[in-house]
């Protein structure tokens, strides 16, 4: 079946510094995939999408490329902030069609905090 | 425009009652959908409906129950309450078909079963 994983985490950065969050998938066909943030007590905010190959992403500073040959999704961002602390998940779905079409499967989740 | 609403916020229930969560999805929105994410976890599926009808199940026991109704809105019913099944469930609403739009959550309800 589908599947997400995502890099062990958590992961602390000191603010303005570099940051990528490793996400491989494991799915047949063509799913869409997508980074959420999920902040302290809050639900999940789309932070940007991808559905098809070579696609980026992008939001807020956030990117991420769809990477068909090596089934990746990995996020990035140039210059973290303390406001970009909370918990990322990447996710994907299938596309309409199928019995399981428009199911999300996320990963684990990965813990970012960001220190001034 | 609201987003999507989901009551109570919070609710503590004994092992072995049961328990009703309610979800609002944004006006227009026909889908709703819910997940179930466990401390520590990513969000698992439990239930997806669309025009009213159940289009998609998790794997999970026939314990858990859902319905949409006319207004799109919809109920998550947990019969004979386990403490495994503490947990925030969370509600999402999509305007059309599932997988062709995107998918907005409510900020869930946490349930905690003592």
């Known amino acids: 079946g589908d599947s997400v994983t995502q890099m062990e985490g958590p992961v602390t950065l000191s603010e303005e510094a570099f940051l990528t969050i490793n996400c491989t998938y494991t799915?047949?066909?063509?799913?869409?995939l997508f980074w959420y943030v999920q902040y302290p007590g809050e639900g999940l905010q789309l932070l940007l999408k991808?559905?098809?190959?070579?696609d980026k992403g992008s939001n807020k500073g956030f990117e991420a490329t769809y990477r068909k040959e090596t089934t990746s999704f990995h996020l990035e961002k140039g210059s973290v902030q303390v406001s970009d602390s909370a918990v990322y998940f990447c996710?994907?779905?299938?596309?309409?069609?199928?019995?399981?079409?428009?199911?999300?499967?996320f990963g684990q989740g990965t813990i970012l905090t960001v220190h001034p | 425009d609201a987003g999507v609403t989901q009551s109570p916020t919070h609710l503590i229930k004994t092992r072995g009652q049961q328990v009703t969560l309610r979800c609002s999805p944004i006006?227009?929105?026909?889908?709703v959908s819910w997940y179930q994410q466990v401390l520590g976890q990513g969000p698992q599926f439990i239930f997806q409906?669309?025009?009213?009808?159940?289009?998609g199940r998790g794997n999970f026991p026939d314990r858990f129950s859902a319905r949409q109704f006319p207004n799109y809105s919809s109920e998550l019913n947990v019969n004979a309450l386990l403490l495994g099944d503490s947990a925030l469930y969370l509600c999402?609403?999509?305007?059309?078909?599932?997988?062709?739009?995107?998918?907005?959550f409510g900020s869930g309800t946490r349930l905690t079963v003592v």
């Open positions: 409906y669309y025009e009213k009808e159940e289009r």
């Open positions: 006006s227009g929105h026909k889908s």
């Open positions: 999402a609403s999509s305007f059309g078909p599932p997988g062709n739009y995107g998918y907005t």
């Open positions: 991808a559905t098809k190959a070579d």
């Open positions: 996710a994907l779905s299938r596309p309409a069609g199928g019995t399981s079409y428009g199911k999300l499967t």
């Open positions: 799915a047949t066909g063509y799913p869409s």
